[in-house]
């Protein structure tokens, strides 16, 4: 019974701020690493922001780097996505992934847990 719960998505006028949680239960998730994928509508899958199991090394993807910052809290056994200068490009479901293969960061496929997603939407 291993599950991801992404929350914090909302509504946001462009130039905005969120931070989304992705809580993590039914195992500990501490000694993995973890990531964060999106969907707009009618695109594919893509990815946004991975991080280590010790929080020491991040991956971004260029499209999101500077405005999104990936940070964890292990005794919290949760993921972060601090979103800054939101664009309406920006808009898209959020999911939270965890424990990929080593070395595949940025694969959809390479991720062993997924949670159901949390709505951002940006207005401009």
């Known amino acids: 019974q291993v599950q991801l719960v992404e929350s914090g998505g909302g509504l946001v006028q462009a130039g905005g701020s969120l931070r989304l949680s992705c809580a993590a239960s039914?195992?500990?998730?501490?000694?993995?690493?973890m990531g964060w994928f999106r969907q707009a509508p009618g695109k594919e899958r893509e990815f946004v922001a991975a991080i280590s199991w010790s929080g020491g090394n991040t991956h971004y993807a260029d499209s999101v780097k500077g405005r999104f910052t990936i940070s964890r809290d292990n005794a919290k056994n949760t993921v972060y996505l601090q979103i800054n200068s939101l664009k309406p490009e920006d808009t898209a479901v959020y999911y939270c992934?965890?424990?990929?293969?080593?070395?595949?960061?940025?694969?959809?496929?390479?991720?062993?847990?997924w949670g159901q997603g949390t709505q951002v939407t940006v207005s401009s």
């Open positions: 992934a965890a424990d990929p293969r080593y070395g595949h960061w940025g694969t959809e496929f390479a991720y062993s847990y």
């Open positions: 039914g195992r500990t998730f501490s000694d993995v690493a």
